[in-house]
């Protein structure tokens, strides 16, 4: 049974920082592209960055320069290093790994990251 579990989260104030990671089980990790999205109350879950197999790394705009997305293939885990938190970072953060073929998606749990005063 495949695993993805994200930890880090927390409540922090604006300006702060978090690392967030997610450990993926039963899957052979250095072949997905891993993925942080989060959904905030009341709006859909939005993409925040990705990692391919080969490294190469995607932002979205609102992340570009704050946030971090790295990974550890011997260890099966991804990280999100969030700098700069604003309040509207605020949001459950969901771990994705995505394989091309045969297709395959899988999520986490989520994890809670509020940033408030």
């Known amino acids: 049974q495949v695993q993805l579990v994200e930890s880090g989260g927390g409540l922090v104030q604006p300006g702060g920082s978090l690392r967030l990671s997610c450990v993926a089980s039963?899957?052979?990790?250095?072949?997905?592209?891993m993925g942080w999205y989060r959904q905030a109350p009341g709006k859909q879950r939005e993409l925040v960055a990705t990692i391919t197999s080969t490294r190469s790394t995607n932002y979205v705009d609102f992340v570009e320069g704050r946030f971090t997305i790295s990974r550890d293939n011997a260890e099966n885990t991804v990280y999100l290093q969030m700098n700069s938190l604003e309040p509207e970072d605020t949001a459950v953060y969901y771990c994705?790994?995505?394989?091309?073929?045969?297709?395959?998606?899988?999520w986490g749990q989520g994890t809670q990251v509020t940033v408030s005063s």
């Open positions: 039963n899957i052979i990790f250095s072949g997905y592209t």
């Open positions: 994705n790994a995505r394989h091309n073929w045969p297709p395959r998606t899988y």
